[in-house]
């Protein structure tokens, strides 16, 4: 028979206080889903405000341009291989822009993250300076950069591909250099002991270390740069966003091009993402059997 | 003996001459195919077609501006206008004192001593190395120079025109009028244009005019009316720039907090512990994986089709391609949650909403939080590009101002605004996810 023992001033006190506690907490976060509520709904309200066509305009006509899409580019099925075949070198360039920006973006974001980790760095006194200007690099959106360099450069692939580079140089070095602070130390000093240099230590001591991890999040990149130097091609920088727009600005009658388009990016970016997944499980893999 | 001995070191030695191999095949593949690259996007033609005059155009348009001091030879009629915009003429009671009249006569001060003079038919540029250019309109236009010899590099002479270009200004002259250009730097009529009453005041003047000084105007006080003049600048409109940065960060807003909304309860679904159903899984993880796979591009084309240009079409593009990879991210924390803490809600009688709400919500917040926070910040900068393509947002704003190709000063007004918004989002979403998921 348990006994229920008389409570003491203290217990009900500590009761008391937990009791009023968990209902300010509550009240809190009460009064904190409210206004976040009210904030989503009113700015909600705000962009219906602002939009051309209404909320239950749009989804009324949503399927609209599909349904034309699909229904002429089957009508003209037969001309949607030779169309994707005119893309291809389009496809094969926004491609193109993807690999080379991820790989200059990745090499210069290695170079940020070694001279902006603690420990590694050459000269530490310019870890500040090396952190600020991947923060700026990341911080600048491509497009700001890929439209001033068509002013200079005129249109093409290199403003998108020094664009996305830059900003991939900034995205990477802050991925590159939390991975560079978990590396173990030791390695680097028993090569210290031994009389290696800084470049030798860290060629020989951080990079086994990291690479792994610095792969997987290149090959994250490489999917995100292939999204974004399509996006690109579409505000003037080449490559099949390019085309996409040339396409659409034709209207009707010409869909099944842009059918054809449509069909050939989502087949790559589908591609891409699945090889790199499999890349980065194989990457993972391989690091747990070590 | 020795073939035992043996064998793990030669494997070991093959081992590394692979790793050797490895290590100096993969640059070269890397450098193999950058030189293909190079070749395929014809770099090497692309620096000689590069035009380098633009760049200087926008670096010096970027930091500074002209005024025009423009005659109608005809009419004898001055206007002096900031980079030669009806919208920002000089009213003729306050023409700069750099420019004087005397009757017919105008002189214009320049920088550096050079000096141009309007005096009917003749207008002299007065080069202080030089000499004095004489230009007289007539049909052919007459040039006399201060020394014999040929027409020097900074003149461009022709029978219909003549333009001087120095470091101190420009001068072109036809038949019909005569421009002078004199370069300032900074941002022309920033915080007021002309036809505010506060245009041309000291910081000093402004702040006695705002702490209490005699109204400017009569319908309201001074502060109210320097925050409406600066709010309507007729040349930067200021006002209208902050309603387009707001749309921007209005689509990344309700973009990813909209695509939160609808992953969440999906994700359940695509969850191996929540959904026993392996059909039920399949199909929503394909859906996801579908969402994921068509671009922001082609959402975002097809529903500005539908939705025409504004700040809903951006967020719905954003909010489409996001819920699937919401989706995925959160039906892998849901994955990973630990089944012995709903057991034990469950243990105290929670019925199934409970058991959501105190088993499992506690276990996947953090995830969540912090993978919409890193998504806020990131979409801030997606909203732009989209903003470009659907029209909508400091993105139209800025593409409209680069190809119209005259103000890179509001170009790079603009470019500063968007990434001071970018690392406005960043250090909310930091200071957000330090507070919310460290609980400091």
Redesign the interface.
Known sequence: MPTVLPASARTVDIREEYLSLSRRKRMYGGILLVVFLA??VS??R???F????S?S???S??L???RDLITEAWEKSANLPAHAARAFPALV?TV?IA??ST?LGCILGTLLALAGTRGLARWPRLIPLARRSA??CR??????IA??LI????G???PA?IAIAIHTAGAQGKLFSEVNENVDLKPLEGLASVGANWWQRTWLGVFPQVMPNYLSYSLLRLEINI?AS???G??GAGGI?YE?RNA?TFGQGKFDQAAAI?LL??AT??LV?QVSSWMRNSLTRGRGAQ | MTAIADDPRQQALSAMRRKRALALAAPMLVLAYLAYVFVAFDVAGLMQRAKMDNAVILLSDAVSYKVHVTRDNRSDALAVSVEGSRRATYPEDRIPDWIRQDGDRTLIELAGGHSVTYDGPLVSYDHPDFGPIRITIADPILLELPQPGPVPDFINASDARVVVTTAAGRLTVTRTRADTFRYFWGWELFFFDLQSRFHGMSAGALASAVAGGERLYAEMPNWQAVVRDFWTNSIWRHGDVFFAIGETALMAFLGTFGAAAIALPLAFLAAQNFTPSRWLRFVVRRVFDFVRGVDALIFTIILSRAFGPGPMTGALAILITDSGSFGKLFSEALENTDQKQIEGVQSTGANAVQRYRFGVIPQVMPVLLSQLLYFLESNTRSATIIGAIVGGGIGLMLTQAIQTTADWEKVTYYMVLIVLLVIAMDALSSWLRRRLIKGE
């Not at chain 1, 602002?50 to 066509?53: E, I, Q, T, V, Y």
């Open positions: 904030m989503f700015g909600f705000i962009a219906e602002r939009n051309a066509a909320l305009e749009g989804f006509r949503i609209d341009f599909p360039e193109n690999l080379v790989i923060d700026v911080a600048v959106p491509e497009i700001v439209l001033v002013f200079i450069l005129g093409g692939p290199v591909m999204r399509a996006i690109l579409f505000v966003g996409l659409m449509f990016l989502f970016i589908v993402d």
